[in-house]
């Protein structure tokens, strides 16, 4: 879903679109591992999502930040598609 919010956002070329998917790839299964122990653990879901996705915020907005790409405004960019995902993500659950 970031993937396509980077082509929707004017991301172009193989290696900032990469990057996209790579720090995707990194922070992604960790929030989930995240969460995962959280609901083991019995902690309230709603801060653990909150921390969580406010650390995958911070982490890819940091590598778009230093990384040289052609990534217009990254900290901007990371917290509307971690967003636009989240959104996404919320949508399916309620639908299904």
Same mark, same amino acid.
């Given at each position: 879903?970031?993937?396509a919010f980077a082509l929707v956002w004017g991301v172009t070329g193989?290696?900032?679109?990469?990057?996209?998917?790579?720090?995707?790839?990194?922070?992604?299964?960790?929030?989930?591992? =995240?969460?995962?122990?959280? %609901?083991?653990?019995?902690?309230?879901?709603? *801060?653990?999502?909150?921390? @969580?996705? !406010?650390? &995958?915020?911070?982490?890819? =907005?940091?590598?778009?930040? %230093?990384?040289?790409?052609?990534?217009?405004? *990254?900290?901007?960019?990371? @917290?509307? !598609?971690? &967003?636009?995902?989240?959104?996404?993500?919320?949508?399916?659950?309620?639908?299904?």
């Open positions: 879903l970031e993937g193989r290696r900032d679109l990469g990057l996209t998917a790579l720090v995707n790839c990194l922070t992604n299964p960790l929030v989930n591992m =995240g969460l995962a122990l959280g %609901r083991l653990w019995g902690w309230p879901e709603a *801060p653990v999502v909150l921390a @969580l996705e !406010a650390a &995958a915020v911070l982490a890819e =907005g940091w590598c778009y930040a %230093r990384t040289e790409n052609r990534i217009r405004h *990254p900290w901007l960019f990371s @917290l509307c !598609a971690n &967003a636009f995902s989240f959104s996404c993500g919320l949508l399916l659950q309620m639908l299904f």
